[in-house]
């Protein structure tokens, strides 16, 4: 079965870094979009990035732009989120989703499947 | 950015009772709305897809219709296991959320 496993939540100060990572299993990894969506506490949800099959396009909302970085290795079935120059605002749960449009939505950008999530705290 | 905002904030109903939610966008997204269910401590779970498709292994209590920049979302009958929170989400450009409606047991 699909699996969406998240890593690498913490508590930092703000201007510094963070690595998140997602561990995927159950389904072709190299075949599918992947995105961040976070979840700052009792809020609502916020896209963050996406990235396509082969790691060739990336976009970002607007809030992360030029901070955030999404990346992936197909052969170790894994997605990633660095983000760096870290504020309070990105205090949230980070959740790492797939694509529904390689499966069984006939267009992408909704999401199918989502980790347990890994929460990251900025806080001095 | 195009903004979504869900109607009621929050929906107090019994089971076995229709459960009718809103989400209205600020510019059309023509049939690219999608909503999704989410229970505490636990990730969104895709409902609707394109406005009226259902997600896979989602049962058909749960119906989605609208166009345009009107969406609704009905849960036919109640479960008790239906009491959560749900979003609606769009694609047209780029993705963005609603706030929320929570769906609550009088």
């Known amino acids: 079965q699909v699996q969406l496993v998240e890593s690498g939540g913490g508590v930092v100060q703000p201007g510094r870094s963070l690595r998140l990572s997602c561990a995927a299993s159950g389904f072709t990894f190299s075949s599918y979009p992947m995105h961040w969506v976070r979840q700052a506490p009792v809020k609502g949800l916020e896209w963050v990035a996406v990235i396509s099959y082969d790691g060739s396009k990336k976009y970002y909302a607007d809030s992360v732009q030029g901070r955030f970085t999404v990346s992936r290795d197909n052969s170790k079935n894994t997605l990633y989120l660095q983000m760096d120059s870290l504020k309070s605002e990105d205090t949230a749960v980070y959740y790492c989703a797939r694509d529904c449009g390689a499966g069984s939505c006939p267009v992408g950008d909704y999401f199918d499947y989502w980790g347990q999530g890994t929460l990251g705290t900025v806080s001095s | 950015e195009i903004v979504l905002t869900q109607s009621p904030a929050t929906l107090s109903l019994s089971p076995g009772e229709r459960a009718t939610l809103s989400c209205r966008a600020s510019q059309s997204v023509s049939s690219y709305l999608a909503w999704y269910q989410q229970k505490p401590g636990q990730p969104p779970r895709l409902l609707i897809y394109?406005?009226?498709n259902r997600a896979t292994g989602i049962p058909a209590r749960f119906s989605g219709s609208g166009s345009g920049t009107d969406f609704t979302l009905t849960i036919s009958s109640l479960e008790p296991e239906d009491f959560a929170v749900y979003y609606c989400?769009?694609?047209?450009?780029?993705?963005?959320f609603g706030g929320g409606t929570k769906v609550e047991i009088k």
């Open positions: 394109d406005a009226s």
């Open positions: 989400q769009q694609r047209s450009n780029s993705v963005t």
